[in-house]
């Protein structure tokens, strides 16, 4: 049965069954492998992209339950044009190996979305969910603080 | 596609240069060249690790990058003596090939401490560990060794390839070379004129290439500062291409089951009710095990659930309690090493006697085990995660029925590594499934569980240790430790070289710790078990930094010394660099001073991969529950080549081992790995991190390593902490089995 989502802004018509995670919808039947595979259980948080804004683990969002409009860490911003937390992840140098650094971005973006001026405590809390194998976590901290910065600062 | 792919089939300017031999490797120059194996097509190789194309310089790198960043060290190496702005250089891995063969990791597997060797120990070394890596192949990123190896070859690699620009130059303008200069990508004359490198490559390729000494540490200008990974933009943006995002053409997507009890092989298998699956298009039979290929890597997966198959029995005692109760009778045979002997029995003093345990552990990258494989007119071509090119060469080649000549290996980025993808099972299996469907491309995608149950694990050991104190220090350290040897299982299975005799994996860590303890012996007992055991990040300092570091703290106690004080007055007199990074951290976490009831310090020191790391942890108790509230770090791995770099290291690595130190644990039931994802086995997570600071001293006379020193001290210095907050010492990991932590 086909499916169309809305990904990133542009319409994808998809066939393939309904209970196929959304992930593996992302990065085996459209190519787009910004969005990564760690654990499938929706434990490790490599897979997050946004369903209306909102930051979801892809590997536990069936293709039948998708309820809006999809943007993948390609959607976020491009080596071209970055977000600004994109933009502060290159200028704070966060990455090691880099493989969870999208889904890590993507629920960094939900939460300046809610919280445009989050404490080290709610950091913490919202990116909990974000399994990063290489340590990083100092240098997430000080990137979403930056970006937050950054971002108020456009704002005003 | 890996950079190094895109250059051999792009067009260029440079229409078929010659390819220039071997790069003067200065000292360490061999007699016989080893043919320059980049072949850019229609850019220029100057030598194995540098292409000038019309877009610019491509770095080559023998290593991987699993996180290390070590590619982006070596192309600064390279940067620095080449003249070219930094951020105009391109990195690619290169070829399977022995002109990368590892020097450094072969040295470093001789025996003896690090901190001691003599400048003949060194020179001895560098000779084996030339001869041995080029005679083995030893093409591997691994040992903390990347930059260590490359830091000669890269500089001359860049200082002949300007040269030889140079004097391309000089032909071209008619000028003497000595009166042109580089800068910025170009050749600059007297007058101005500005000559690109591109411009001059193919005449370059034909000259000789001149050796030159690198330049000296004044003159540097990337080496020393902060400066940008070169593969940071890709990374957060979702364009870096790992292992598991290679995408070809008609590719299918294929996914494993191995026998849970692990080289159990298989007996038989009904794929019916894969093959119901939709989306499932075959089942195939890979010895040992299931491949189950389908359209997307899902239904892939759950195809290779679906099919039901009958198992062998493990060929090892199949209980963790079974499998300790073997290592515990090796204590009973003869010592496997006396890597340490020193000084007769202490006669007088407090005798102290403690035992520790602790688990296997998975490496757990983050990207799990895969490869994609094309089998095709009799050739294998290869998209590998890997730390080994030449290996997964020889293994998939097996896999394939295949010469090895006959496999091309591109090695992809990766999402960790932490000495799995040293490992070449991943690519054998791709090449299995690759030859059964000639013709069409295949990745062969692990899931987690499947990654977590079938990994070579880090042994699981038992330390038995005795101390005597008396006048307020350590008059004896006698520390037997019994474990599976890992040189024993891996130089086999990666090399084909069966090595007996003493395995310093088991006792490194241990033996080789710089504290001038009067009488200080340390034996290894091997276990012979066919469970499957491997490097795991920082070897066997994983373990024993653990070990050495908490009972060294034991001894402090019952010296009834300052664990900090108690140390500095055994490490001064063995190594002053040793002492530096102590007294560093003593003085970074305000140590003298003490802390308010309900917070307590410890610390831990380990001399690992030629870099000694003190670290201190400060834990809190918060309602009876532990909170790891902030880490201080030393380091001193003689220059600080890529400062901004390094430090994230040293911070990963404490990551890496506080997560195992607290969750990690490998456990076997019915022959079977019970812990299956991260639920069952987590790393640490953002909100149990400490706040981190680290300092990076440049006493050290030699070179060290980075990506793994970092990580022995963690435990014991959290272990050491949680002692000192409450008085209980833990002599077994996990940590989260005995403490209550807030993380």
Request: aromatic share 8%; net charge negative; hydrophobic share 40%.
């Given at each position: 049965m086909a499916t169309t989502l809305t990904i990133n802004g542009s319409d994808h018509r998809i066939d393939a069954p309904d209970d196929t995670p959304l992930l593996w919808i992302l990065r085996d039947e459209l190519g787009m492998t910004g969005t990564k595979f760690g654990c499938g259980v929706g434990s490790c948080g490599a897979c997050t992209v946004h369903i209306d804004g909102e930051a979801m683990r892809s590997c536990q969002v069936a293709l039948g339950d998708v309820w809006g409009d999809v943007t993948t860490i390609e959607g976020l911003g491009t080596p071209d044009a970055m977000?600004?937390?994109q933009a502060a992840w290159l200028r704070n140098q966060v990455a090691q190996c880099g493989y969870c650094q999208s889904g890590q971005i993507m629920q960094a973006a939900d939460l300046l979305s809610q919280n445009p001026d989050p404490t080290d405590d709610e950091i913490d809390a919202a990116m909990s969910g974000n399994l990063c194998r290489c340590g990083t976590y100092s240098r997430i901290r000080a990137a979403i603080r930056d970006a937050a910065t950054q971002m108020r600062e456009e704002v005003l | 596609m890996s950079r190094l792919g895109t250059i051999t089939r792009r067009s260029f300017l440079v229409a078929s240069a010659a390819i220039a031999g071997g790069v003067a490797f200065g000292i360490y120059k061999l007699r016989q060249p080893i043919p320059n194996p980049l072949d850019p097509g229609e850019g220029s190789a100057l030598n194995a690790f540098l292409v000038i194309d019309q877009d610019g310089v491509t770095a080559i790198s023998g290593r991987a990058d699993m996180g290390q960043g070590a590619q982006s060290t070596l192309a600064m190496l390279l940067a620095e003596e080449l003249d070219v702005d930094w951020e105009s250089v391109r990195v690619a891995h290169g070829p399977a090939s022995v002109a990368y063969y590892n020097a450094a990791m072969m040295e470093s597997a001789l025996p003896g401490a690090e901190y001691n060797k003599s400048s003949w120990m060194r020179t001895v070394g560098a000779f084996v560990g030339n001869a041995g890596g080029r005679f083995l192949g030893t093409q591997i990123t691994g040992g903390s060794t990347s930059v260590r190896d490359g830091f000669d070859k890269m500089r001359l690699a860049g200082a002949s390839a300007r040269e030889t620009l140079k004097l391309a130059a000089a032909e071209r303008l008619g000028v003497a070379a000595d009166r042109l200069r580089t800068e910025a990508g170009a050749v600059v004359a007297p007058d101005g004129t500005r000559l690109p490198y591109?411009?001059?490559?193919?005449?370059?390729?034909?000259?000789?290439?001149?050796?030159?000494?690198?330049?000296?540490?004044?003159?540097?200008?990337?080496?020393?500062?902060?400066?940008?990974r070169r593969d940071m933009a890709a990374k957060v943006t979702g364009t870096q291409a790992y292992g598991i995002d290679t995408r070809l053409p008609g590719m299918k997507f294929a996914s494993l089951r191995m026998n849970p009890r692990l080289g159990g092989g298989l007996r038989g298998f009904d794929p019916a009710p894969a093959l119901a699956i939709p989306g499932v298009e075959q089942v195939l039979d890979i010895d040992g095990g299931i491949a189950v290929v389908a359209r997307n890597s899902w239904a892939a997966m759950q195809g290779a659930q679906a099919v039901d198959c009958d198992w062998g029995p493990a060929p090892y005692p199949d209980t963790t309690e079974a499998i300790f109760a073997r290592i515990e009778a090796a204590f009973d045979d003869s010592p496997n090493s006396t890597?340490?002997?020193?000084?007769?029995?202490?006669?007088?003093?407090?005798?102290?006697?403690?035992?520790?345990?602790?688990?296997?552990?998975?490496?757990?990258?983050?990207?799990?085990?895969?490869?994609?494989?094309?089998?095709?007119?009799?050739?294998?071509?290869?998209?590998?995660?890997?730390?080994?090119?030449?290996?997964?060469?020889?293994?998939?080649?097996?896999?394939?029925?295949?010469?090895?000549?006959?496999?091309?290996?591109?090695?992809?980025?990766?999402?960790?590594?932490?000495?799995?993808?040293?490992?070449?099972?991943?690519?054998?299996?791709?090449?299995?499934?690759?030859?059964?469907?000639?013709?069409?491309?295949?990745?062969?995608?692990?899931?987690?569980?499947?990654?977590?149950?079938?990994?070579?694990?880090?042994?699981?050991?038992?330390?038995?240790?005795?101390?005597?104190?008396?006048?307020?220090?350590?008059?004896?350290?006698?520390?037997?430790?019994?474990?599976?040897?890992?040189?024993?299982?891996?130089?086999?299975?990666?090399?084909?070289?069966?090595?007996?005799?003493?395995?310093?994996?088991?006792?490194?860590?241990?033996?080789?710790?710089?504290?001038?303890?009067?009488?200080?012996?340390?034996?290894?007992?091997?276990?012979?078990?066919?469970?499957?055991?491997?490097?795991?990040?920082?070897?066997?300092?994983?373990?024993?930094?653990?070990?050495?570091?908490?009972?060294?703290?034991?001894?402090?106690?019952?010296?009834?010394?300052?664990?900090?004080?108690?140390?500095?007055?055994?490490?001064?007199?063995?190594?002053?660099?040793?002492?530096?990074?102590?007294?560093?951290?003593?003085?970074?976490?305000?140590?003298?001073?003490?802390?308010?009831?309900?917070?307590?310090?410890?610390?831990?020191?380990?001399?690992?991969?030629?870099?000694?790391?003190?670290?201190?942890?400060?834990?809190?108790?918060?309602?009876?529950?532990?909170?790891?509230?902030?880490?201080?770090?030393?380091?001193?791995?003689?220059?600080?080549?890529?400062?901004?770099?390094?430090?994230?290291?040293?911070?990963?690595?404490?990551?890496?081992?506080?997560?195992?130190?607290?969750?990690?644990?490998?456990?076997v039931s019915d022959g079977m790995v019970e812990q299956w994802n991260f639920p069952d086995t987590d790393g640490l997570r953002i909100s149990g991190a400490p706040r981190i600071e680290v300092q990076v001293l440049e006493t050290n006379p030699h070179l060290g390593g980075v990506g793994e020193p970092g990580t022995p001290p963690a435990a014991p210095a959290l272990a050491n902490a949680i002692f000192a907050l409450t008085g209980t010492r833990a002599r077994e990991l996990p940590l989260d089995r005995q403490f209550d932590f807030v993380l």
């Open positions: 977000h600004a937390l | 591109a411009e001059l490559a193919e005449a370059a390729a034909r000259i000789e290439p001149p050796q030159t000494e690198p330049r000296p540490r004044a003159d540097w200008r990337l080496l020393g500062k902060d400066q940008p890597m340490r002997d020193d000084g007769p029995e202490a006669q007088d003093g407090t005798e102290i006697t403690a035992e520790y345990r602790l688990p296997y552990l998975a490496h757990a990258p983050l990207e799990p085990m895969n490869a994609t494989a094309l089998f095709e007119d009799g050739r294998l071509t290869l998209w590998s995660p890997n730390q080994a090119p030449l290996v997964q060469q020889r293994t998939a080649a097996r896999g394939a029925g295949i010469e090895p000549e006959q496999v091309t290996v591109h090695t992809t980025a990766m999402g960790g590594g932490f000495g799995r993808r040293g490992e070449s099972d991943y690519s054998e299996l791709a090449a299995r499934v690759a030859r059964q469907m000639p013709g069409v491309p295949v990745q062969v995608i692990w899931s987690r569980e499947e990654d977590m149950t079938h990994d070579f694990y880090r042994p699981g050991v038992i330390a038995r240790l005795r101390g005597v104190v008396a006048d307020g220090t350590a008059k004896q350290l006698d520390a037997r430790i019994a474990g599976q040897g890992m040189t024993a299982q891996v130089a086999p299975r990666l090399f084909d070289i069966p090595v007996g005799g003493p395995d310093r994996a088991l006792v490194e860590g241990l033996f080789d710790q710089p504290y001038a303890i009067p009488s200080y012996r340390v034996r290894g007992y091997t276990a012979e078990m066919d469970f499957p055991v491997s490097f795991w990040r920082s070897v066997g300092a994983s373990h024993n930094g653990f070990i050495h570091e908490s009972f060294i703290d034991e001894l402090a106690h019952a010296a009834g010394r300052d664990p900090m004080e108690f140390r500095l007055d055994l490490v001064r007199p063995e190594s002053a660099v040793a002492a530096g990074v102590l007294e560093a951290v003593r003085a970074m976490s305000d140590w003298d001073n003490a802390r308010a009831s309900g917070r307590a310090l410890g610390v831990a020191m380990v001399w690992s991969f030629g870099t000694p790391v003190a670290q201190v942890i400060e834990v809190e108790d918060q309602d009876g529950a532990i909170r790891i509230a902030r880490a201080w770090i030393a380091c001193d791995p003689g220059i600080a080549l890529d400062p901004l770099n390094l430090r994230a290291q040293m911070e990963g690595g404490l990551i890496f081992g506080l997560s195992a130190a607290l969750h990690g644990q490998i456990t």
